[in-house]
C-alpha cells in the first residue's frame, strides 16, 4: 500500500508537470490575445516529431534545445502571417483557424513520417534506474524530465514577474494603447508571446515524446486534457495552471489503482444491492475504469460551482 502510494505520488508529479509544460504556453496565449488555440496540442506532437528526427542525426541534447526553437519559430510565423490576418474577423474565424491548423499539422506529420509509432528513445545516458524504492526502480530520465518541468516553471514565473519584458507583457495584456503608446510593438509582444507558448509545448513534446509514444495520434490524446487544465486552473493563470495540472495529475494517476467499485462501497455499510437490476453494470464499475474521464467530471463540477477556475479572476 505505501509502495503505491509513494509511486502515485511520483507518476502524479512527472505526468502534472508535463501537462503544466502544455497548458502554460496555451494560458500565456490566451492571456495575452485572447485566443484559445486549438492547435496548441500540435505543436507538442511537432516537437516530438522534431526531436526524434534531430536526435536520429545527432543526438537527443541538441533535440533538446533545436526542437523547441523550431517549433517557436513556426508559432510565430503562425501568429504573424494566420492569426493576425483573421484577427479581426472576431474570435470565430481564430477558432476556426487553429482548428483547420491542427488537422493541417495532422496531415503533414502522416504525409511526412508515416502513420506509425516512431522508434524515439531515451537517452542511453539517462536510461537507467537512479534509484530504488521498495521494489520498482525510479528511472534518471523521470527525474530529469521533472528537474526540467520545475525548472521551467520557477523561469516563466520569474521572467513574467520580475523582468522588464514580463512587465510589457503583462501592461500589453490590459492597456495595449498605453504600451504601444510608449514605444512597444504590441503586435511584435503577441508574437513573441504566441512563439514562446508554442515552444514550451514543443519542449514539452520533446520531452514526452520518448516518455510516452511519438505517432500522429498524440495530439488528439493530450488536447482535450490540455483545456481542461486551463478552464479548471483558470483562464490565463498561470500559477492556477500549475495547481490544476497536479490536482489533474494526481486524479488520473491515483484511480489507475483503486480497484473499487460503488457496491463495494456500499457493501460497506451493510447495503447490498441487486446484481440483477437495470443499473447492475453502473454498481460494478470500478474507480480504474474511470480514470480517463474523471478530470472532464471535474471539470463539469467546476464549471457549476467556480465556473473562473481555482484561480480565475472573477467579474466585478
Same mark, same amino acid.
Given at each position: 500500500?505505501?509502495?503505491?502510494? *509513494? ?11 508535463? !501537462?503544466? #509544460? !502544455? ?21 507538442? #506532437? &511537432? ?20 526542437? +523547441?526553437?523550431?517549433?517557436?519559430? !513556426? ?20 477558432? &476556426? ?11 503533414? =506529420?502522416?504525409?511526412? @513520417? ?8 531515451? +537517452? ?33 514565473? #520569474?521572467?513574467?514577474?520580475?523582468? $522588464? ?13 498605453? =504600451? ?6 504590441? +503586435? ?27 505517432? +500522429? ?14 478552464? *479548471? ?39 447490498? &444491492? ?8 453502473? @454498481? $460494478? ?18 464549471? #457549476?460551482? $467556480?465556473? %473562473?477556475?481555482?484561480?480565475? %479572476?472573477?467579474?466585478?
Amino acid at each position: 500500500m505505501l509502495e503505491y502510494i *509513494v509511486f502515485s505520488i511520483i507518476n502524479s508529479l512527472l505526468y502534472g508537470m508535463l !501537462l503544466f #509544460m !502544455l497548458s502554460s504556453g496555451l494560458t500565456l496565449i490566451f492571456s495575452m490575445m485572447g485566443v484559445l488555440n486549438f492547435a496548441h496540442a500540435s505543436f507538442f #506532437m &511537432l516537437g516530438a516529431y522534431f526531436a526524434y528526427q534531430i536526435s536520429f542525426f545527432v543526438g537527443f541534447w541538441p533535440a533538446l534545445i533545436v526542437a +523547441p526553437l523550431i517549433v517557436g519559430v !513556426l508559432g510565430a510565423g503562425v501568429e504573424r502571417y494566420g492569426l493576425r490576418t483573421v484577427h479581426k474577423y472576431g474570435h470565430v474565424a481564430e477558432l &476556426l483557424f487553429t482548428v483547420g491548423l491542427a488537422y493541417l499539422i495532422e496531415e503533414s =506529420v502522416n504525409l511526412i @513520417w508515416g502513420r506509425s509509432a516512431m522508434d524515439y528513445r531515451i +537517452p542511453e545516458i539517462l536510461d537507467f534506474p537512479l534509484l530504488t524504492l521498495f521494489t520498482t526502480d525510479l528511472s534518471a530520465y523521470r527525474v530529469f524530465m521533472l528537474v526540467i518541468s520545475v525548472g521551467m516553471f520557477v523561469v516563466l514565473f #520569474m521572467v513574467l514577474t520580475r523582468t $522588464r519584458i514580463g512587465l510589457i507583457i503583462q501592461a500589453a495584456l490590459t492597456h495595449p494603447d498605453g =504600451v504601444s503608446a510608449l514605444g512597444h510593438n504590441v +503586435p511584435g509582444v503577441f508574437m513573441l508571446v504566441f512563439g514562446g507558448g508554442s515552444a514550451l509545448a514543443g519542449l514539452a513534446g520533446v520531452l514526452g515524446g520518448n516518455y510516452l509514444i511519438t505517432e +500522429p495520434a498524440m495530439a488528439a490524446q493530450l488536447g482535450p486534457i490540455v483545456f481542461v487544465v486551463v478552464v *479548471v486552473g483558470g483562464m490565463g493563470s498561470l500559477t492556477g495552471a500549475f495547481v490544476a495540472s497536479l490536482l489533474l495529475g494526481a486524479l488520473q494517476t491515483f484511480a489507475v489503482g483503486i480497484e473499487f467499485s460503488l457496491s463495494d462501497l456500499l457493501a460497506l455499510f451493510g447495503v447490498t &444491492l441487486d446484481s440483477s437490476g437495470l443499473l447492475r453494470d453502473i @454498481w $460494478r464499475i470500478q474507480v480504474s475504469h474511470t480514470g480517463p474521464i474523471l478530470p472532464y467530471f471535474f471539470l463539469v463540477l467546476m464549471l #457549476m460551482f $467556480r465556473p %473562473k477556475g481555482l484561480m480565475g %479572476k472573477r467579474e466585478s
